[in-house]
């Protein structure tokens, strides 16, 4: 919810209590970390066709987030540890059968949810946390502490500078795992850090527009940007581009939402996927996917 | 724990569990498994607005399971499927989070919705339930050995005049109507591991079909029943039995079927 709201007749577009409101700059620094990787790692989920599994981690972290509402430690811990918790299991379990991957993803995710159902449902009867459920699923990232801005830059910066090493390996074992083996890359190695860091970002949307909704932060962006873009690079500027508008576009909604309804405001989480799904359609109407050369 | 507030949970979950290891088998085998997943989620809103407006939730959330479908049809076309498939799945839940937002009781109907409501389950779902199941089993029959070809093996199915499109609305109709029944029992989240782990164990320990198939079912009853005695005793929610249950049965059937 935001706070401090004062009505004032010269701002129609209430921009200045927006940019003004201390809840909503630790919103947009958070949601602006989440958007750049999730924009960049949503590529390489587009490209191998990894959707589920990015969705599954995403969904899997909401364990965490239950049981550190439980605990009463940060959510961001929480969601990290379980969403890379879920990584590693998804790779011991799937990675020798590509064939059996996506029943093994959908066995950790079932898992891995039923923890979150028995978590949300103590964290509800016990710790009279009403909102666990909503916040966890649904995100709550107007009240966010802005003590965890921090080590989340920390992460991110490390993210994407693994990314930008990695980057070459990545595409090769999106595209084509046997030619990445055959040009004797570390492929197992090399397929765990990327789902570890598929499981960082999906945790860091997750605390931001909600574990359920952290799929479209994850691939939206990312398959319109593969549609508009030439160049492997322009396609990750694209991607965290589209991602940083829609998750903007989404808090700023939310925030002046407040005003048109009543004071009942409209969650984030759903202009940002409202953005997002309208970025994907334009992106769809205007070009074909192009097999960019990579 | 058969009192008779419990009874009408005992007969749907028995009732859901023939449809959902019936129609697993075939999710199995033709590899749908974000599928399964997608469609209950499409169901979401459909709940959300039947609590928002008080009509029934299985009108919306079926109304809303077929919407999905023709969505799902329609997104898969634009582009590739799994992406389709996860801006779906976003796009509905978020719509359901909008509609339960307006009204109120937000935080225990986002639970109830996600992850079930067991004791909720009244003497007037059971009959569309037996329904369903009867339905489901009955048309599987119908077209078992044409759905069996058409999922394990398409090119050779349209060379014998099975039409891959029919096959796949059938199948996602299906889907759709068993996830709606589903989602007021184990939740949106967990209608997937009901119908995937039990089949999944089965192919494991069976390769003949119509085997297999009987024992998807057969272990789906296992599953469900035994969630809810575990979750009787422990005053704990059905949904953390039936997610971790499942994938224990997933492990042992990979565990004992590995030599």
């Known amino acids: 919810m935001p706070t401090n709201i004062s009505i004032t007749m010269t701002d129609p ?3 200045a209590s927006f940019l003004q409101n201390s809840a909503v700059q630790t919103a ?20 191998r066709q990894h959707s589920f599994a990015g969705h599954a981690l995403g969904d899997s972290s909401s364990a965490g987030g239950a049981i550190g509402i439980f605990l009463g430690i940060s959510a961001l811990w929480g969601f990290l540890a379980m969403a890379w918790i879920a990584a590693l ?24 949810l039923g923890i979150s159902a028995l978590f949300l449902y103590l964290d509800v009867t016990s710790t009279q946390a009403s909102s666990a459920t909503v916040d966890v699923m649904f995100g709550s990232i107007f009240t966010l502490a802005p003590q965890l801005l921090w080590p989340t830059v920390i992460l991110v910066v490390i993210a994407i500078t693994l990314i930008s090493i990695f980057y070459r390996p990545f595409l090769l074992i999106s595209a084509d795992p046997d030619l990445g083996r055959a040009a004797g890359l570390p492929v197992r190695r090399l397929e765990l850090l990327y789902l570890l860091l598929l499981g960082s970002a999906a945790a860091l949307s997750a605390l931001s527009i909600g574990v359920i909704l952290a799929t479209a932060l994850l691939l939206g962006p990312a398959a319109s940007a593969l549609r508009l873009a030439r160049k492997p690079w322009q396609s990750f500027l694209y991607a965290q581009g589209i991602a940083l508008i829609a998750v903007f576009g989404g808090i700023y909604l939310a925030f002046i939402s407040y005003y048109w309804s009543d004071g009942a405001s409209w969650p984030v989480s759903f202009f940002v996927v409202t953005l997002i799904l309208l970025f994907y359609l334009a992106s769809a109407a205007i070009g074909p996917m192009r097999k960019a050369k990579f | 724990m058969f009192s008779s507030y419990l009874l009408h949970t005992w007969i749907a979950a028995t009732l859901l569990a023939i449809a959902a290891g019936s129609l697993g088998y075939f999710v199995v085998l033709r590899r749908s498994a974000f599928a399964a997943h997608a469609l209950p989620l499409a169901a979401f809103p459909g709940g959300a607005l039947a609590t928002l407006f008080g009509f029934t939730p299985l009108w919306g959330l079926g109304g809303f399971a077929i919407l999905g479908v023709i969505f799902l049809r329609v997104f898969a076309r634009l582009g590739r499927r799994d992406v389709a498939m996860g801006l779906l799945l976003s796009t509905f839940l978020a719509l359901g989070g909008l509609f339960l937002s307006l009204g109120r009781e937000y935080a225990a109907r986002v639970y109830g919705l996600l992850f079930g409501e067991v004791l909720g389950i009244s003497a007037a779902s059971i009959l569309p339930l037996a329904l369903l199941a009867i339905a489901v089993v009955l048309l599987l029959l119908w077209r078992f050995p044409a759905l069996l070809l058409q999922s394990s093996q398409a090119e050779l199915a349209s060379a014998r005049a099975i039409s891959n499109t029919g096959m ?6 299906l889907l759709a109507l068993v996830s709606a029944a589903a989602v007021p029992i184990v939740g949106t989240l967990l209608v997937f591991t009901l119908l995937v782990s039990p089949a999944a164990a089965a192919q494991r320990l069976s390769s003949r079909p119509y085997q297999a198939w009987l024992l998807a079912i057969a272990l789906a ?34 565990i004992f079927t590995r030599a």
């Open chain 1, 13 to 15: 577009l209430h921009l």
């Open chain 1, 28 to 47: 947009l620094w958070m949601g602006a970390l989440a958007a750049v990787l999730n924009g960049s790692m949503g590529i390489f989920t587009v490209l």
């Open chain 1, 89 to 112: 299991a998804m790779g011991a379990l799937g990675l020798r059968q590509a064939r059996e991957r996506d029943l093994a993803t959908g066995i950790v995710l079932g898992c891995a």
């Open chain 2, 168 to 173: 796949e609305w059938f199948f996602l109709v």
């Open chain 2, 221 to 254: 009853e296992l599953l469900s029943w035994s969630s809810i005695a575990l979750s009787y005793w422990s005053n704990w929610p059905l949904s953390f039995f039936v997610g971790g249950q499942g994938a224990l049965l997933f492990l042992f059937s990979r």
